[in-house]
């Protein structure tokens, strides 16, 4: 088994000065890319000291672009998938391979209670995980994590996918569970970064908001519209009760309520089916001809 590490990096030297030592200490033989996200410090530098791949973008593209370019340079059958603040220890690398080895597709490193972040994010990613589990009918521990070991061919699989922002973790981690896969964790503490985190939170509150949506429409699409579709016919009923009782009639609204109910209803069903139908054509590429 061939070992890459991918690290995608913007403005992170300072921490890479003692990432990159410290990963060679543990992963001697680990194949170690660091995709540089149009960073303007010394991070290239920092690199060709170190005698690691350097994957350059010209400009900044976002944490989930990086992931990409690195998974396509990396000539490893498994993937290590890290940050380059600090948060994630090499140390854990040979716990979470050792889970990996196990029979798992994929192990997620789950932050503790204890690891460092602000209250907001806190209850954002404890959020995320139970919306998660509500979806798919698993334990998720740790939705959002970006510290991931991974078969490369099937993660490759998804790569499309996969959005060029912060949100890769949620969306390969439900794809995982929608195919079938086998997702793991292993726990972690994640202490302090070093540097300046590049997540503003009411800048990305509106994005992370979104991706409560994207769980959905990336697993069962139905077990979000059909509560939805619910709620409207629920309202327009009492409503329609209520306008009957008092004025002896049905309203516009009552009618508008009830309709959107059934479109909401049929939006989901025809989603529902168009999901079936996009994981069904993943696993016949696996199939053998």
Known sequence: MKLSIIIPAKNEAESLQTLLPALRAEQADAEIIVVNDGSTDDTAMICQQQQVKCVTHPYSKGNGAAIKSGARAASGDTLVM???DGQHQPKDIQAMLDQFAKGYDMVVGARS???QASLARGMGNGLYNKLARYMTGQPIEDLTSGFRVVDARKFRKFLYLLPNGFSYPTTITMAFFR???SVGYHPI???K????????ILKDGLRFFLIIFKIGTLYSPMKLFFPTSVLFFLTGLIYYIYTFLIDGRFTNMGVLLLSTAVMIFLMGLISEQITTLFYQSRDDDERPS
Do not use: C, L, T
Not at 193 to 200: A, C, L, Q, T
């Open 82 to 84: 890290m940050d380059a």
């Open 113 to 115: 209670s204890e690891s």
């Open 179 to 181: 195919v079938g896969y």
């Open 189 to 191: 503490f994640a202490p």
């Open 193 to 200: 970064r070093i540097g300046k985190s590049h997540i503003n």
